[in-house]
């Protein structure tokens, strides 16, 4: 036998075992001997480099990628699906699909397990002798636009690197076609995932969703390899187009020709089998091994999928069920404390570790004193947790059953952080740290700064400010949910204060850990970006207590009559309370609050030094004549193309108001994807609920 043949008949071989263990879930041998031949290979390719192959079992670790991952477009829009909450809705649905139809017409459905990760597309194009080779993988992005993470990709194991041209042949699969699909981080995996942080004193993660986003878009294939994630495949897409007849069909085809296909699935004729599905569903639910936070129903026919179409932001043709929240019943073992921005000391409970719908719960947030009041909870008491999605676990009630033992939650009377005294202004709930040089608020004050929402300096993320602030690094990764403090400074620190952003420069940057040319490049930019922020902005950066989005901007438009930019700027610095008071909306306790910041001097150097740094402190009147004035939107959900900060300027500047919750008052909900609870409101007191398209429409 030649070199050739022999390393080809390893492969064939790997794959085969590999298939059956990451795909069926039924290894037909053991490990070592899984070892064993993949040993061989290797052995046998590194005699012979020429012979190495990208599809190759042994090529799935990859070098990483440089500079974050590339930009890519979709074949065609990811889009998200409409949720129904209970039976009711879920009827609604099926008569909207019947009613857009032909009378008479039968329609099946296929029920999916909604799988909780993220999902994907992968990209196939023609290998040799007639095969498919794994070409891309794209993370979802902003649904038009992913990210290119197939080096990531590729160390998925249920991800095929290539597809012979039997299989293809029988699952009648051209060479070049798209998969999408959901990738997963098993429960077990995200245990383990959580254990290894632990010991490694790093934060964990909140739930094995947010494991599986941060692991897919890690800059080091070696952890990904490490950290076991699967992928389930659904949609099978040609030119961005459906490729077969059917959803069952395509299941199929997706099946026979390598991919993980969720076993779970039913094809079904009739709604009540739809609701028989869902029922079995939710008692399975804790035994999968992997989350699922409710059931897909899909249209199986594509030519109906096609005639029902789409609503601006997901398909008529399909819906997901929510399962409801859960929870769970755990013990109060400690109450820890954090420190925010403005010095405000949150209790955070610390729990025996209890399962809950797929994560480990060990900490809830337990407000201020006034809600430990609420509840009358004690260190020791039996607690019950809720959590919903992506929300910080709460404690929703206690046992009245108190055991013997329990202890009063004493909140404490220094800074957990600095040391210094803790007060509690009279008439006030919270207790603050004062000390405006306490290491943990300046993070979160830098923190804030950056944010999306205030100086939207991209880039600027947590990690990154931990490292300036010569703290130990908090999470490189996305979905960090823990608000541990940074421990000990460990090196110097290159920023004392928001304005020191302003002078860092390149050296400065290189010399941070995780950081290259050219994403300090960006980050520099970004930073000098920020300087022509409306004053708006600036004024919500400066963290004054009491002032959000809409008193800064109400404070901007007012000042800017009585100057130019930095003019407004010093007027409003100077302002009486008086003075203040006569804004619009701004009562005495906000007043107080502003002018009780700018007596400080500390805080009007930092004003001047930002002014010396070249801020353009661009200050506005508002245009009053516009399309949605007297409007007001309540937005919620992920929006398709939209940042919700964005919709958010656009229907401001259109004259409309934004609330953060639905009322009588409210004209419109704005709904995306995932919209809970807000939407629910809306439906029961009969607002008006439109998706991105519709609120596009009305902008014109
Ligand atoms: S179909 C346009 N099928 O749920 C159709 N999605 O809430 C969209 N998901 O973005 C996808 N399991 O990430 C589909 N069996 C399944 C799914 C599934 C989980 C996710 C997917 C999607 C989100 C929508």
Known sequence: MSVETKIEALRETLRHHEYLYYVEDAPEVEDADYDALMNELKALEAAHPELVTTDSPTQRVGGRPKEGFAKVAHSRPMLSLDNAY????????????????????????????????????????????GSSLLQRGLTRGDGTTGEDVTTNVRTIRSVPLSISAAKLK???????????????????????????????????????RNAAAGTIRTLEPNIVAQRRLDFYAY??????????????????????????????????????????????????????????????IKVNSTAQQARLGFTGKAPRWAIAYKFPARAGLTQL?????????????????????????????????????????RLGVKIGDWVQVERGGDVIPKIVKVDENHPRGTQEIVFPTHCPVCGEPVVREE???????????????????????????????????????????????????????????????KREALVHSVADLYTLTMDQLLTLERIGQKSAQTLLEEIEKSRRNPLWR?????????????????????????????????ALMDASEEELQRVNEIGPIVAAAIHEFFRGEKNRQLVERLH?????????????????????????????????????????????????????????????????????????????????????????
């Open 333 to 373: 073992k400690d109450v820890g404390f954090q420190v925010g921005r403005t010095g405000k000391l949150t209790p955070v409970a610390r729990l025996a570790p209890v399962f809950i719908g797929g994560t480990t719960v060990s900490n809830a947030t337990l407000h201020n004193a006034d809600e430990i009041l």
């Open 170 to 208: 029988k699952a009648g699969i051209p060479q070049a076609f798209e998969v999408r699909g959901e990738v997963v981080m098993p429960q077990k995996a995200f245990q383990k995932m959580n254990e290894e942080a632990l010991a490694a004193g790093l934060p964990v993660k909140a739930n094995p």
């Open 538 to 570: 600036v004024l919500l950066g400066l963290g004054i207590r009491h002032v959000g989005e809409r008193t800064a901007q109400l404070l901007a438009e007012e000042f800017a009559s009585r100057g130019q930019d930095y003019e407004a700027m010093q």
């Open 612 to 700: 010396e740094l070249g801020f353009s402190f661009t200050a506005e009147k508002r245009q009053k004549t516009s399309q949605l004035e007297g409007m007001t939107f309540v937005l919620t959900g992920t929006l398709p193309t939209l940042k919700r900060e964005d919709a958010k300027t656009m229907i401001e500047s259109a004259g409309g108001k934004v609330s953060g919750s639905v009322s009588k008052k409210t004209t419109y909900v704005v709904a995306g994807e995932e919209a809970g609870s807000k939407l629910d409101k809306a439906n029961e007191l009969g607002v008006k609920v439109i998706d991105e398209a519709g609120l596009l429409q009305m902008l014109g």
């Open 427 to 489: 008439g006030e709930v919270d207790w603050r740290c004062v000390n405006a040089s306490c290491p943990a608020r300046l993070r979160e004050e830098l923190r804030h700064f950056a944010s999306r929402g205030v100086m939207n300096i991209e880039g600027l993320g947590d990690a990154l400010v931990a490292q300036l602030l010569g703290q130990a690094e908090i999470e490189p990764e996305e979905g960090a949910e823990e608000e541990t403090v940074a421990a000990p400074v």
């Open 235 to 296: 949609f099978l897409l040609q030119n961005g187009e459906m490729l077969l007849t059917g959803q069952q069909e395509t299941l199929d085809a997706l099946k026979a020709a390598g991919f993980r296909v969720n076993l779970h699935g039913a094809s079904v004729k009739s709604i009540e089998e739809v609701l028989a599905f869902i029922a079995g569903a939710e008692t399975q639910r804790d035994t999968l091994g992997y989350e699922i936070d409710g059931v897909v």
């Open 86 to 129: 209970n039976e009711t809705e879920l009827r609604a649905w099926s008569d909207r699909v019947h009613a857009a139809l032909r009378e008479g017409e039968t329609v099946e459905f296929v029920c999916e397990l909604k799988l909780d990760g993220l999902s994907l597309a992968l990209h196939y194009g023609p290998g040799t002798d």
